[in-house]
């Protein structure tokens, strides 16, 4: 049986409120062995009391392997995929409880091509790239296709195996504030920015840049505008945030896969005047390749480089 979940933040809000206990139960907005932060186990079959609106909570069995690595489960996915799973599918799931369309590993391998707007990021890559958060390989390949060199880090051992499946030249095992040998011409994050987490892993990750480009060198990146929210959730979510006076465009996630589920992790989508701002406070120079949406493309340039 499917469990209403409360998708109203006020009635969320009210709910964690009023908790005594643990916290906010996803499934039914109150329980006494659940909570939005630690969720021990499902609270089952029982019904809420505290809302008029009786819902029974679904066993979902969340928290039966806690501590998963964050990104491992979505390597996870990817890898089952290509053992002939069609239909295999993460849950991305915002703190406020609210989740996200599923994201189908299918999705990292583009059947129908890859998107206009990463099309043009390939095309602007030159020289030695290195793809970070390479995920499937998806992109590496396309690059490969253009006869570049590329090093293809992502987090995930199981989207690395993944992409030694697929043939990708050289796949690492990394973390984007990882060093890799050589200097680099591309550094190519896309889908998206949100790797480094928040603004201050921004600011990290632009002081290490400068060490990972070659003279001239550039990094091609996308992101979301979060000043378009998506639907009154969002919007919420984002006034919240503002409330408590942190960047709106942040948001603390985690993936669900099968019966895993991973810990907490940050994900920031970054407007492109806060990100201008950053870049050239670090001392770079940014130029907007195009928009697709809310989507947009940018280079930034090194100190060394021109624009
Ligand atoms: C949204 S997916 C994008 C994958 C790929 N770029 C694409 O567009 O299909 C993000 C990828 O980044 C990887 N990732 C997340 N955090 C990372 C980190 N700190 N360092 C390196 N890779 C990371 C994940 O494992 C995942 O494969």
């Known amino acids: ?73 979505h390597g996870q996915a990817l890898l089952d995929y290509l053992s002939g799973n069609e239909n295999t599918k993460c849950i991305l799931r915002r703190n406020d409880g609210i989740a996200y369309p599923p994201l189908y590993a299918k999705q990292f391998f583009y059947p129908e091509g890859l998107p206009k707007l990463d099309r043009m990021a390939i095309e602007h890559c030159s020289g030695r790239v290195l793809d970070i958060g390479a995920g499937a390989g998806t992109h590496s390949l396309a690059i490969q296709d253009r006869g570049l060199d590329v090093t293809s880090v992502d987090i995930s051992r199981n989207a690395v195996q993944v992409m030694k499946q697929r043939n990708v030249a ?73 409330s408590k006076e942190v960047y709106p465009g942040g948001r603390t996630l985690r993936l669900e896969y099968q019966d895993k589920v991973s810990d907490w992790f940050e994900w920031m989508r970054v407007d492109p005047d806060t990100l201008q701002r950053h870049v050239q406070n670090a001392g770079f120079r940014i130029k907007n390749l195009g928009a697709d949406g809310g989507r947009y493309l940018v280079s930034i340039t090194n100190k060394k480089g021109s624009a």
Request: net charge positive.
């Open 1 to 73: 049986m499917r469990s209403k979940i409360i998708s109203d933040p006020a009635l969320r809000k009210a709910a964690s409120r009023q908790c005594k206990r643990i916290g906010l139960c996803w499934n039914c907005g109150w329980s006494d062995v659940c909570g939005l932060w630690n969720m021990t186990r499902p609270c089952a079959t029982k019904t809420c009391s505290k809302f008029k609106e009786k819902s029974i909570c679904i066993p979902l069995k969340l928290g039966v392997e806690k501590n998963a690595s964050n990104m491992e489960l």
């Open 170 to 242: 050289n796949p690492v095992v990394g973390d984007v504030f990882d060093s890799y040998p050589g200097f680099f011409n591309t550094v190519l994050i896309i889908q998206n920015i949100g790797i480094v987490q928040d603004l201050e892993g921004l600011d990290r990750f632009l002081k290490h840049l400068d060490g990972l480009l070659a003279p001239g060198g550039q990094l091609i990146t996308d992101s979301f505008d979060p000043r378009h929210p998506t639907d009154q959730a969002d919007n919420a979510y984002q006034q919240d945030r503002m």
